[in-house]
């Protein structure tokens, strides 16, 4: 796309972080507000096993998807995912793979609600978040997926008790009180004496999570000519519900973590999280991930599909309702940044965890109104969203920010339109790009309206402008009782508009960026 003046922008304020080299990459994610969510979906306490399937199907899902994931364990609404050792998945840029992982799951857990759930409507958008920690070596990463499972255990075994003397007729409270201070062995012994429960015979699942991992298995690839299978052994993705603690799991399946040829010193930091610097304004920008292909598959109108638009601009609505912090959004195309106001401080401003939740929640979205929008269309392809965090310290860089953007969106927009007017008039993909290379602006407007008598100004400003989205005062007049005059009261309400985001429309809407409340 052509360099606007406003394009320093993404040179001097935008720059990734990598992970260090030689490190197994571990992704976590884990569900945001779980414990509404399962409420809400009635789970099962405490181990409702179709919702824990729904989350090993997630993470099959994913090495499938991610041949560079080795390893998956999960517990609750939780899942770890090992890349291995020296993996160059999107160059290790963290927000890369920390939104696309968790963009990827949440898409699947959205799309495969049914399979698990045919009985049970997805009442709001599940949503994850996730963080990237690097290990250095092969004892550390065992060590995070032994001290997971241990976890699994301590709670599992808790929420086990628990809930049986809640089932039983104890308070919760008192349910608490009855196992401070125990420990495994006393737990045991309570399920067993009270309630003939031998902890051992619970199902695996529960008590060990789910360990997700290539295996080697005999595959019959083709029949021969005398009618003999000929079986060769394949990888093929598999969950299993066993000790990983120990050294017997790893002894008899050394290819998961095979060790690279390299061992470095340097790395030393596990999990440093970024902070986002104070007082700066953050700006998330989610963009689609390989959309041309999406919209291919979807047939979706070009260059712009008002239905699809119109579902960004929703999924935006809804992530302005989330995120009250959100002051601002803008989007066109497939993509959409969102302005968090400068003293936010949704979770304590940690990037992984602020990007993550956002294009997860997006993405949660999209998902799940697209049949709103699309009726007789089937989503056929999960859609994924990536995520940058930007910080910009001054409110006139984040106008300039944004001003950038929708240049961004015109040029791209007349270009396509130019582009495709061409190609339904008859001329090649290639013919077109060669009449429209080095036009300027002017040209372009010129050669719409001569070859096509289109004047490019009347073109629907959702797309030459964009979408924008903000927050706006309305009054709304109550009925007061007894037919007296009615009283007025202030709401705020959340509107979306397609216009110039120039110096007149800030002046216009002063309270937008200042109404931090
Ligand atoms: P954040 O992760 O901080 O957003 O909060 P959260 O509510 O998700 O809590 P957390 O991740 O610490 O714990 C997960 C919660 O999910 C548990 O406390 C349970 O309430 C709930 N949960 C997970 N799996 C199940 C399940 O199988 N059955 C039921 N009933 N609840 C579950
Ligand atoms: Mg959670």
Redesign the pocket.
Known sequence: MANSEYEYVKREFEFDRRLPPSNWIVVRI??????????IHA??????EN??RLMNACATAMLEKFPDIVFAYGV???YSFVFREETEFYHRRESKILSLCVSYFTSVYVMKWKDFFPNKELKEPPYF?ARAVCYPNLKTIRDYLAWRQVDCHINNQYNTCFWMLVKSGKSEQAAQLALKGTFAKDKNELLAQQFQINYDDEPAMFRKGSSVYREKVETTVKIDDYGTPIKRPRLKVTVAHVDIIGPEFWENHQHILREGKFMHEFVKKFGIDRILPPCNWIVVRISGCQFDQFSIIHSLDKPNDETALRLMNASASLMMEQYPDIVFGYGFSNEYSFVFHEKTELYQRQESLILSSCSSYFTSCYVTKWKEFSPHKELMQTPRFEAVALCYPKLKIVCEYLSWRQAECHAGNQYNTCFWMLVKSGKSETEAHEILKGTLSKDKNELLFQQFQMNYNNEPAMFRKGSCIYRRKVEEFAEAEGGDNGTARERWDVKVDHVDLGPGFWRKHPWIMTNCN
């Open positions: 884990d569900g945001c507000h779980f414990h509404r969510f399962s409420k789970f099962e306490k405490p181990n409702d919702a824990l609750s609404d939780e978040d």
